[in-house]
Antibody, heavy 120, light 110 residues
Framework: QITLKESGPTQVRPTETLTLTCSFSGFSLSTSGEGVGWIRQPPGKALEWLALIYWDDDDRYSPSLETRLTITKDTSKNRVVLTMTNMDPVDTATYYC????????????WGQGTLVTVSS | QSVLTQPPSVSSAPGQKVTISCSGSNSNIGKNYVSWYQHLPGTAPKFVIDDKNKRPSGIPDRFSASKSGTSATLGITGLQIGDEADYYCATWDSSLNSWVFGGGTKLTVL
């Protein structure tokens, strides 16, 4: 059974850096074809893709946010970390991490999400 | 403005069928697989089907998907109250080098 759980601060101030951790079980990021992505949903808005890291350390970022995002993985600890710099109130959202599989070309399993509010 | 266009809402009666469209372009739907997600606010989004009609275990065959050119469609038959949710299409965009999601469609079963 695959599970994912997001953790991190519930509130950050404008201009601060957000660091979110995705802890997962049931698969390994050392296995070919696996990946973990981050997707967010601002209140009342649609899902927005942020970043994806693959088993081979390849990564992809949303073009509109690329300069602010960094995604890394710790295979031994089954964790993926997303950092987002220069946070703004418009970044207030529920942040989800999700298990990606190349064979399915889909985000198969998702975490429950963590709400991050950006406010001074 | 989302790269993939979905109707904001659709509705149908219990037991009936509904389709949700997702319109894109040659660089996304026209070239890559489309996946569909069911999302109830406050819960984890759930992958329900892809355009090859592959469903994860636990998703009933009432859910179907298709693709033609630069458009994809999700179909749900035998609608149940429990199907009420927001549905999103998503795919890789080869020009943007990015995953893209549709704006979401709210399904009401009334």
């Amino acid at each position: 059974q695959i599970t994912l759980k997001e953790s991190g601060p519930t509130q950050v101030r404008p201009t601060e850096t957000l660091t979110l951790t995705c802890s997962f079980s049931g698969f390994s990021l050392s296995t070919s074809g696996e990946g973990v992505g981050w997707i967010r949903q601002p209140p009342g808005k649609a899902l927005e893709w942020l970043a994806l890291i693959y088993w081979d350390d390849d990564d992809r970022y949303s073009p509109s946010l690329e300069t602010r995002l960094t995604i890394t993985k710790d295979t031994s600890k089954n964790r993926v970390v997303l950092t987002m710099t220069n946070m703004d109130p418009v970044d207030t959202a529920t942040y989800y991490c999700a298990h990606y599989n190349v064979y399915w070309a889909s985000y198969i399993w998702w975490g429950q999400g963590t709400l991050v509010t950006v406010s001074s | 403005q989302s790269v993939l266009t979905q109707p904001p809402s659709v509705s149908s009666a219990p037991g009936q069928k509904v389709t949700i469209s997702c319109s894109g372009s040659n660089s996304n739907i026209g070239k890559n697989y489309v996946s569909w997600y069911q999302h109830l606010p406050g819960t984890a989004p759930k992958f329900v089907i892809d355009d090859k009609n592959k469903r994860p275990s636990g998703i009933p065959d009432r859910f179907s998907a298709s693709k033609s050119g630069t458009s994809a469609t999700l179909g749900i038959t035998g609608l149940q109250i429990g199907d009420e949710a927001d549905y999103y299409c998503a795919t890789w965009d080869s020009s943007l080098n990015s995953w893209v999601f549709g704006g979401g469609t709210k399904l009401t079963v009334l």
